[in-house]
């Protein structure tokens, strides 16, 4: 099946993974499900609420801490070494006190076990998960404070603030510390791998934190979700600092396993190894022709290797991303769900359908639900048009007339669905019912 689907919103993924779980072979384990909302679940309104300020020292206290564990395991948390279990066990002690349900899962590499940490936040609505995320695994050759205890601190301080705030979002969230990202994303590529297909549909986003306070700081900014990427940008814009879409290593961080299916991602770097250009020096100060991180992958990675004002501006903007994309309207208008693939209308023959699969959403569909419909025909009055809710009812958008002879159905229909789900597979059922002229479904959409 040839599913093209579209949504101008932040699950804009979300929609042709929909498509591409129907034949996904199930999973070998199941992931953590979300807990349960509390008893009395006040949701924020349709207008997102304001983030707090993250506090620059609780961040550098997690990284002081993250040094004293490297420095008391042989100089590294790298995967499959103490100091990796340590970093662990120091984050999921503060997620526990918070008030956060923590799960860990483990998984094997390189005959080393490892350990991925998920941290939920309880209540918020449990079919639509923002997730936030970052590795907390080191090189062998040092510390990784920069890489990647500052994303790890940033994602931390933010759940925590959470918790500070007793936050009641719209949507559920959910924070993440990876193990093994520097084996090649091992941790990321098994949760995502071990998520069942249904609780992968009901990922929002997932924002990844990797490496966000170089010491010769770039401001760069994910591009792979324009809505995730817009909220990003607009916060650095209101600070009056110019950002950089980001393109050092796309693919080379934990974003990667998600939006390989399908699901929107996002994220935060200040940069690895490549060199500050002068152009980006008048944008953002520091040195030309040295390396955003000089000590990248090296043993001075360590405390002296980070950007105060880099981690930050970007453990701000974390917070703004998580009380913006999950406290916000969970259902804006105008989202559309799109089917361009074209199917064959038999001649005077059986009905053909053609389906759009909608996912994330809350409630029922809306009691003016535009049914846009794109059929070519040479002679449009054989056709019978029905659009078919996911429970099978379905609605009469045509009938067929023997006397209307002109060409194609290219018509927007308004269905009252308020009474159908909106999550599903909607199908559009075309039946050419008399001989002699034929078309085809071009393409069409639903408007939520
Ligand atoms: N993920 C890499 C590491 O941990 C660093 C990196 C390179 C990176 N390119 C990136 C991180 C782009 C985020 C985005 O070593
Ligand atoms: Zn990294
Ligand atoms: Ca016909």
């Known amino acids: 099946m040839k599913l093209f689907a579209t949504r101008r919103t932040v699950a804009a993924a979300v929609i042709s993974l929909a498509g591409l779980l129907a034949t996904a072979t199930p999973p070998a384990s199941a992931a953590p499900a979300a807990p349960a909302a509390p008893s009395s679940p006040t949701a924020a309104g349709a207008s997102a609420l304001a983030a707090p300020d993250i506090p620059l020292a609780n961040v550098k206290a997690h990284l002081t801490q993250f040094q ?35 799960t860990l899962q483990t998984f094997t590499s390189g005959g080393a076990t490892g350990y991925n940490l998920i941290a939920d936040w309880p209540g918020g609505d449990a079919n639509q998960i923002l997730m936030a995320g970052a590795h907390l695994d080191s090189v062998t050759s040092g510390a990784g404070i920069n890489d990647n205890a500052t994303g790890s601190a940033g994602v931390l301080e933010t759940a925590l603030a959470v918790s500070r705030a007793q936050l009641q979002p719209t949507k559920h969230l959910r924070f993440a510390w ?61 600070l009056g600092v110019a950002t950089e879409i980001e393109t050092e290593g796309d693919g080379r961080s934990d974003h990667a396993p998600f939006k390989n299916v ?31 991180d000089r000590c990248y992958h090296s043993s001075c990675d360590n405390t002296s290797n980070v950007n105060d004002t880099a981690l930050d501006r970007n453990s701000d903007a974390i917070a703004h991303a998580i009380w913006t994309l999950g406290t916000g309207a969970s259902n804006p208008p105008g989202d559309v769900y799109e089917n361009l693939a074209d199917v064959a209308i038999p001649d005077n023959g059986a009905a053909v359908t053609s389906t759009v699969t909608v996912s994330g959403r809350t409630g029922n569909a809306p009691a003016a639900l535009a049914v846009g419909v794109d059929i070519k025909h040479t002679w449009r009055g054989d056709v019978v048009v029905d659009l078919v809710a996911p429970d099978g ?30 999550n599903g597979a909607w199908k559009l059922r075309v039946q050419d019912v008399a001989a002699q002229d034929t078309g085809t479904i071009d393409s069409w959409k639903l408007t939520f």
């Open 68 to 102: 004293s564990i490297a420095t008391a395991n042989g100089g590294n948390r790298a995967h499959g070494r103490p100091g990796y279990k340590a970093s662990i066990d120091y984050v999921k002690a503060k997620l526990d006190a918070a008030g956060f349900t923590t």
């Open 178 to 238: 990876w193990g093994a990202e520097e084996l090649g994303l091992v941790g990321s590529r098994h949760y995502v791998n071990n998520l069942p297909a249904a609780e992968r549909a009901k990922l929002t986003g997932y924002l990844n934190f990797d490496m966000i306070g170089s010491p010769n700081p770039g401001y760069f900014v994910y591009d792979d979700n324009v809505a995730i990427e817009t909220v990003f940008k607009n916060y650095f814009s209101g």
């Open 262 to 292: 399908g699901i929107a991602v996002g994220g935060l770097f200040t940069g690895a190894s490549r060199a500050k250009t002068a152009a980006q020096v008048q944008k953002w100060g520091g040195t030309a022709g040295q390396a955003f």
């Open 393 to 422: 009812t379905a609605y009469r958008l045509k009938n067929s007339s023997s006397n209307d002879s002109a060409d194609h159905v290219i018509e927007t229909y308004t269905v009252n669905a308020s009474s159908e789900p909106a």
